[in-house]
């Protein structure tokens, strides 16, 4: 089982910021990467930054200059440092999980996520 503690939701005004935190425990010794999903009401559920273990960052497109994930000292931490933010950032935001498993001696990633933590932003 992978567990996660979500924090730092919450409502904010346009143009605010909200720094996102997430700490992934449990089996998640092949953990490869982590990151942020979000979904809001009648849409789907899109991934919105992602960095591997090495460093590698990845960005959806209406994000980009605004939005920063980062790691901790620690490979199971990740932030999500939101600047900037607009009503449409309004959503559930998942922190997730991407593990690597060997299975029939072949390598498969397997994602997972938590509960969610609320943002909302509105004046």
């Known amino acids: 089982q992978v567990y996660f503690a979500e924090s730092g939701g919450g409502l904010v005004q346009p143009g605010g910021s909200l720094r996102l935190s997430c700490e992934a425990s449990g089996n998640i010794a092949a953990l490869d990467a982590m990151g942020w999903d979000r979904q809001a009401p009648g849409k789907e559920r899109e991934s919105v930054a992602t960095i591997t273990t090495r460093g590698t960052t990845n960005y959806t497109d209406s994000v980009k200059g605004r939005f920063t994930i980062s790691k901790g000292s620690a490979e199971n931490t990740v932030y999500l440092e939101m600047n900037s933010l607009k009503p449409e950032d309004t959503a559930v935001y998942y922190c997730?999980?991407?593990?690597?498993?060997?299975?029939?001696?072949?390598?498969?990633?397997?994602?997972?996520w938590g509960q969610g933590t609320q943002v909302t932003v509105s004046s």
């Open positions: 997730t999980a991407t593990l690597m498993w060997t299975s029939w001696d072949k390598v498969a990633p397997k994602e997972y």
